[in-house]
């Protein structure tokens, strides 16, 4: 790229830093916009991915709009700094509104909620998405290389993500919660909107302000796609975030739901397409556009056969060689990163501890990285071939990112709605690599030798049936993640909306895990203790609700009360009882008459509810995992305890010892601490033992003696208030036991 003057060669450099930085401001916004807005909405597939397509529409109907405006608005650089202003004013203001929307529209039912998101990031999005088409034709003016330009900015933009969502994660979220994310993100955008105030006043010569985008001589022009670009690119578009879904998925298992997990994978895809997109433009310069167009279709063909090539590879490395031993090291663990010192006891622990201290970016690599760098290369590929109008280029990249994320939401939508409920991983893989190597058949030339029809439909054909033929079939794929505990098990999986659930069933035993977390287990006597515990200092135990299925026991325990005349239970993941309801057991006690199931989110169930319980009961998640805050804050527990009746019981199993029952003690103001559950009530708490006798008399001498050795009651409020002082809350906005790398460092550095 080159400039025509000491000048141009400044503005370029300023613009550039701005370009970058608006990109790390972009994704501090979205991971910590996307995460409050959860709050209020759900946390469910549905509400999550209304979040997600309200804001790639807004991205998109913003880059249309800026095409427009950048081939019609004379001083582009007071447009652009109009734009990063507002941005900033919004993200300063923007904490407040949602917290305004929020306490007025929680629990909202998904039509209303996708108007009250929309109404919160229709505004920020629609200016985040002016910026690339406007930037464009700024920079475009001042080095005069328009397949440049937009591989560059699109590089910076990227990279610039990435970075800003390790940064939101790794570093604000975890010491100093969503608020000051959302905070430190519109401080960048304000010193950026500075940064372009001066660079407006940065003399240029006249020329420079008069660039045309050139496009290729006539004779050459018949290679342009032109406007079928845009359905091209809509395609591109769809199978990105479809593949970028399922990656998700099938890493997500791996790595136990990590909130690290998400942002870590977003940083990956980021950077593979910023690194795409800028070594294409320094790989391929000024090249024929018939050769431009065949090495688009040529990067489209070769997406699919690396997808192809990494997951058979994955299956039967994983299934017949000792690199399966990788997959378990990371399924073994609970916390991905777990921020610990990697052990020096033997070679083989410290290579484990290492490998589990960074398989959270490992895993991205394997899957991820590699594609998506041929995916950055295509998009200004595409791009170049989509020009139509001579020196308009922030218009022909404003269409193009329009059509782009256009299809971005309709993969978004289709992939997690219908595709994998439906189809399922393998199949939904299969049918996205059969269309990214029937791409292929558009590459018409190679090193310019002309490529027949006959030969390249064999090729591709040949490919299609050897990937149907390898590919792992139906849920092998997550069958050899979930290693049996030994023979004789019997595996069932399902995949819903929600994520993967996988049940180990032999006989009186079961290994339970959803979206590769173990979740309840058979059997397990310290599951009846806890609801003994609770039945039994309730004061009537008449109306009961339990978020969070898991594997029955606790719902088991409540239904051997006679008093009992019904147990909502709340369950996110619809799949968890299609799975569960394949094995007797549980079809008997989720059929029983009277039990209740709602499929909802449960924090988005109580806020839309005005009945009231005896007791409720939470064990849905453990608290390092993604949106495990929802249920963990304080103003959760608060929303819980104005659902209880007189005298009614809340019971909260809990992972961590010091910051939830801090947080369940500022709701309630009666607390009882257990080694791995509490016990809250705004009443003081009073033991029936009529209650606790009736309800061991059902199982054997043994098995009492059994469940009376699992738990142990370690205090009461005053015990909470001693042993957490200094030690922050969950709060909503601030989900400290869920990013837990602040929570592990501080208490580090206690202990010494």
Known sequence: ??????????????????FFFSGFASLMYQ??????????YGVGAISVTLIVSVYMFGLGVGALAGGALAERVR?????????????AFFGFLSVPFLAFIGQHTAGSSYVLSLWYMALFLI???VLMGVTLPLLTKIFNGLVDEFLSTVGYLYFLSTVGAACGALFASYLFISFFGLHATVYCAAAIDMALAVLILRARFLPLPEASHQQELHLPLQADREGLLGRLAYPVVFVTGFLAIGYELVWLRVIGVLVKASPYAFSTTVAVYLIGLGVGSFGITRLWPRRSVVATRNLFFALQFLVGLYVAT??????????????????????????????????????????????????????????????????????????YLSQVEEGKEGKTVGRACFFNIGGNVLGGILTGFVLLPIMGTSSTLLAFVAIGLLFGLFVTQVSGRALRL????????????????????????YAVMHDSPREGFETFIEEGIDGVVVTLQSQDTTYHYINGLGHGGRPRPGFYYEAIEGLSLARQVENVLVIGFGTGSTTEMILKMDSVKKVTIVELNRAVLRNLEKIPLFAEL???????VVIEDGRRFLSRSDEKFDLIQIDALRATTSYSNNLYSRQFFELASQHLNDGGVFMVWMDEHRVIPKTIRAAFQHVRVYDFFSLASNEVLVRNDEVRTALLSSFSPAERVEIGTQGTYVGDESFIEDVTAGYSINEDWKPVTEYYLGLRIENTLRRR
């Open 454 to 477: 006959g030969p390249k439909i064999g090729v591709a054909a040949t490919l299609v049936v050897v990937t149907l033929a390898l590919f792992p079939k139906g849920d092998r794929l």
């Open 590 to 596: 989720l059929g029983e008459d009277r039990v209740e």
């Open 31 to 40: 991971i910590a916009w996307q995460r409050l807005l959860t709050v209020h």
């Open 123 to 125: 505004v920020p999005t």
């Open 310 to 383: 990494a997951f058979i590879g994955y299956y039967y490395l994983t299934s017949f060689t000792p690199l399966g031993g990788i997959t378990r090291a990371s399924f073994s663990s609970l916390l991905h990163p777990t921020f610990v010192f990697p052990s020096v006891l033997s070679v083989s622990q410290f290579f484990h501890d290492v490998f589990i201290l960074v398989d959270v970016v490992f895993w991205p690599l394997v899957f991820v990285f590699v594609p998506t760098v041929l995916m950055g290369a295509s998009f200004p590929l595409v791009v």
């Open 75 to 87: 001083d582009k650089l007071s447009l652009y700094f109009v734009v990063q202003l507002l941005l």
């Open 1 to 18: 790229m080159t400039t025509s003057g000491p000048f141009q060669a400044r503005t370029t450099s300023l613009l550039a830093f701005v």
